[in-house]
């Protein structure tokens, strides 16, 4: 008798135990029997597949927002945006993949925000349908879509998506989806992003006019060897050199040093003179991933329209000379002795 009593009451202390652990987990409401079910935070890259919010929830209480508009081949600037709220970062161009390992491409402010969750609540979207799909899309090449996935503090994920064949596009797009897919890029344009948008832009296999450029990017570097590497940006618009900042910083530092109106020519001259918008687009050696040390370069010329020109090779270590254009080294020297010479002038 006196065991089957300890064997009752061990029971009870079990479900106990277990009713407040589960009652302490992250949960969401069942509005219709007020269970509680368990939901992880799944990131950016769980997002599709995370627990669909049961009922529309209120916008300040969103954590993260991922939209994807891509139309056409190209992704274009602003047409995939990831913004986390709660740490205020805004990533651009990146799939939901992605983006729990990228850097944000810009730290936004509490009105930036606000004008952010403001444009989703103008266009109404928590009113649209979960899914807007027509089945044509799935034998076709010309494939369509679109997403929203707004992430809840009790991480569910409000979902909303569209999918099918291009011929069918407007048939998959919600009331006001053109609008708000135009005011959230023109949202992205406003945001102060200069130098971390270059890698994220549009880029073009034509050669513009240097009179057309207004920002210059050079990446000299070889990985795993801190003295070869060398990051020189000139914002020609503003007058402004920035030497040795990672690209994605350039945006929140102070220009290294001001240039003047000669010294901006005579960058211009030195891309002129080493003939820098001849050389091919990329100069890459399919060997590299085998070695532990890889070699990079980059050059960006950014033009009026934002859109970049840009030139690029990559390799290992060791057979860095096949991936050099013609004149780089000597483009190389003249660009460091150029940045020299501009904070040398300055101090």
């Not at 916008?59 to 993260?64: D, G, I």
């Not at 810009?106 to 899914?131: A, G, M, R």
């Not at 296999?205 to 020189?232: A, P, T, Y």
């Not at 040390?293 to 090779?313: A, M």
Request: glycine share 4%.
């Amino acid at each position: 008798m006196k065991k089957g009593m300890v064997y009752i009451i061990v029971i009870l202390l079990s479900i106990l135990f277990i009713g407040c652990k589960n009652s302490n987990n992250n949960t969401i409401n069942n509005t219709s029997t007020n269970e509680k079910i368990e939901c992880q935070d799944t990131g950016f890259g769980g997002m599709p597949n995370a627990e669909k919010t049961i009922e529309t929830q209120p916008l300040n209480q969103m954590k993260k927002i991922y939209c994807n508009f891509v139309e056409g081949n190209a992704t274009k600037f602003g047409e995939i945006i990831g913004m986390d709220i709660e740490k205020k970062e805004l990533y651009i161009n990146y799939y939901y993949t992605q983006l729990d390992d990228a850097e944000p491409t810009y730290k936004l402010s509490d009105n930036e925000i606000e004008e952010f969750l403001n444009i989703i609540e103008t266009y109404k979207v928590q009113e649209w349908e979960q899914e807007y799909i027509l089945k044509e899309y799935a034998d076709s090449n010309n494939y369509y879509s679109w997403a929203v996935y707004m992430q809840n503090e009790d991480n569910t994920v409000e979902k909303h998506r569209g999918e099918a064949n291009t011929s069918y596009s407007e048939k998959v797009k919600p009331p006001n989806y053109d609008e708000f897919r135009a005011a959230m890029i023109e949202f992205v344009d406003r945001c102060d992003i200069e130098f971390s948008r270059i890698p994220l832009s549009e880029i073009v296999r034509e050669k513009r006019s240097l009179e057309q450029v207004k920002k210059v990017v050079c990446i000299f570097m070889q990985e795993n060897i801190d003295d070869e590497r060398k990051v020189i940006a000139i914002d020609i618009e503003n007058k402004e050199l920035y030497v040795d900042y990672e690209i994605t910083q350039i945006d929140y530092e102070e220009p290294t040093c001001m240039l003047t109106d000669s010294e901006i020519e005579e960058l211009l001259n030195i891309i002129k003179e080493y003939k820098i918008q001849e050389w091919d687009y990329e100069y890459v050696y399919e060997e590299y991933e085998h070695s532990l040390e890889r070699y990079v370069w980059t050059v960006y010329l950014e033009n009026e329209d934002n859109t970049v020109e840009e030139h690029w090779g990559l390799t290992d270590t060791f057979n860095s000379a096949g991936v050099k254009p013609p004149n780089y080294d000597e483009f190389k020297v003249a660009m460091e002795e150029f940045a020299d010479r501009c904070i040398s002038r300055d101090k």
